[in-house]
């Protein structure tokens, strides 16, 4: 069965400073990998979508890489801002009708 | 972008009603619709997954009795918490997705917070 773990589970950065958040997972044989960010109380916003034969995506200050071999994700985010504040799960496509395996998450502060 | 609509996002009953969830997909059409539930600092879970017309698949340990999903239409899923119970409270979140290979990734609802009493 597929598990999928997150450290860390929580980190505080002071503003400006780039933030890693890792993702492992324990079967290579994936259809995709996906980021999240989820704010208190609220329901999950899609970052950024890996397919299982890419390496990596990007979008502005956000990159994802994506090892299959290793079973490992890392999410970068440059120069962090308060507005980062928040829950970033990670979720693994286990089967082609879409379901996904997550993460407990890393919850993020920023501090101004 | 797609959206996927839920509602209610806040729910109290009390302990032996039922409360239905709703997840509807507001600008393109869901084949299939994913329902998850999450505890207080724990990961989702999925509950469920359900394709249109036909009846929902459940994940090992949920009880498709209690946790009644229809799919009836490409744009409106529901779960129906039936007979609730304190340990019913939860975050539930529905996710749609218009193909079954995902390929353009998910959209998630906003959450329905359910409070049994």
């Known amino acids: 069965k597929q598990e999928v773990t997150q450290i860390p589970a929580a980190l505080s950065v002071p503003e400006g400073e780039n933030l890693v958040l890792n993702c492992s997972f324990t079967d290579s044989a994936i259809y995709n990998l996906q980021w999240f960010r989820q704010d208190p109380g609220k329901g999950l916003t899609s970052l950024l979508l890996i397919q299982s034969s890419q390496r990596e995506q990007t979008s502005g200050r956000l990159n994802a890489s994506l090892d299959k071999s290793s079973g490992r994700s890392t999410l970068y985010i440059a120069a962090s801002q308060p507005g980062d504040s928040a829950t970033y799960l990670c979720a693994v496509g286990t089967d082609s009708w879409g379901k996904l395996q997550f993460g407990a998450g890393t919850q993020v502060v920023v501090t101004p | 972008g797609a959206v996927v609509s839920q509602h209610p996002s806040r729910v109290i009953c009390k302990s032996g009603t039922s409360v239905k969830i709703e997840c509807r997909s507001l600008?393109?059409?869901?084949?299939?619709m994913f329902w998850y539930r999450q505890f207080p600092k724990k990961s989702l879970m999925l509950m469920a997954t359900?394709?249109?017309?036909?009846?929902?698949?459940?994940e090992q340990g949920v009880e498709k009795d209690k946790f009644l999903i229809n799919h009836a239409s490409l744009t409106l899923s529901t779960l129906t918490v039936t007979s609730a119970h304190p340990e019913d409270s939860s975050f539930y979140i529905c996710?749609?997705?218009?193909?079954?290979?995902?390929?353009?990734?998910?959209?998630f609802g906003s959450g329905t917070r359910l409070t049994v009493v």
């Open positions: 996710s749609a997705s218009s193909q079954g290979f995902f390929n353009y990734g998910y959209t």
């Open positions: 359900s394709n249109e017309g036909s009846k929902a698949t459940y």
């Open positions: 600008d393109f059409q869901a084949t299939t």
